[in-house]
T-cell receptor, first 114, second 114 residues
């Protein structure tokens, strides 16, 4: 049973528009959330994170929103650029599950169309 | 910093053969993780070590899989005997192990078992 879900396997967005990637989780013990980006033939790289004590974290064009009551988070990319085309993984960990044990979702493949 | 180094990048072997995947974590990182990526299951955590000690191996699929970390700079994941369903990309990652320290992934080993 997947504890971290990304229900959209793929997403296409025009360059310059907003990309919104969604993630849901089921384990209420998760309290730290991360997004990773992966290009083909490379390992995932860390993008942005958020602690459960916050509901928003912003880093340049990337913003992560957390809705704890809904067990939902989203990653917004504004404006989207062709170089953002990659697979995006949502991940979660928690103090009570051990911050070391990071559980990943299945990923969403983002295509930004020039 | 060379990052996490995995070898080999590609491995093709026949069913029944032993396969050994290797990983060198980033110097100074005290947590090491082995993940497996498949189309069906996404990124699965197989096992992780903290200070060279296996902490959680509940993700290891079967007794055919084993992992070791004899020192802080080297880890192996062994499959014996290998089966076609083991075909996947295997990633090694390391981290400082603290709440705000993300995982740093290697570029993976693509394993094909025929």
């Amino acid at each position: 049973d997947q504890q971290v879900k990304q229900n959209s396997p793929s997403l296409s967005v025009q360059e310059g528009r907003i990309s919104i990637l969604n993630c849901d989780y089921t384990n209420s013990m998760f309290d730290y959330f991360l997004w990773y980006k992966k290009y083909p033939a490379e390992g995932p790289t860390f993008l942005i994170s958020i602690s459960s004590i916050k509901d928003k974290n912003e880093d340049g064009r990337f913003t992560v929103f957390l809705n704890k009551s809904a067990k939902h988070l989203s990653l917004h990319i504004v404006p989207s650029q062709p170089g953002d085309s990659a697979v995006y993984f949502c991940a979660a960990s928690g103090r009570r599950t051990s911050y070391d044990k990071v559980i990943f979702g299945p990923g969403t493949s983002l295509s930004v169309i020039p | 910093d060379a990052g996490v180094i995995q070898s080999p990048r590609h491995e093709v072997t026949e069913m029944g053969q032993e396969v050994t995947l290797r990983c060198k974590p980033i110097s100074g990182h005290n947590s090491l993780f082995w993940y497996r990526q498949t189309m069906m299951r996404g990124l699965e955590l197989l096992i992780y070590f903290n200070n060279n000690v296996p902490i959680d191996d509940s993700g290891m699929p079967e007794d055919r899989f084993s992992a070791k970390m004899p020192n802080a700079s080297f880890s192996t994941l062994k499959i014996q005997p290998s089966e076609p369903r083991d075909s996947a990309v295997y990633f090694c990652a390391s981290s400082l192990g603290a709440i705000n320290s993300p995982l740093h992934f290697g570029n993976g080993t693509r394993l094909t078992v025929t």
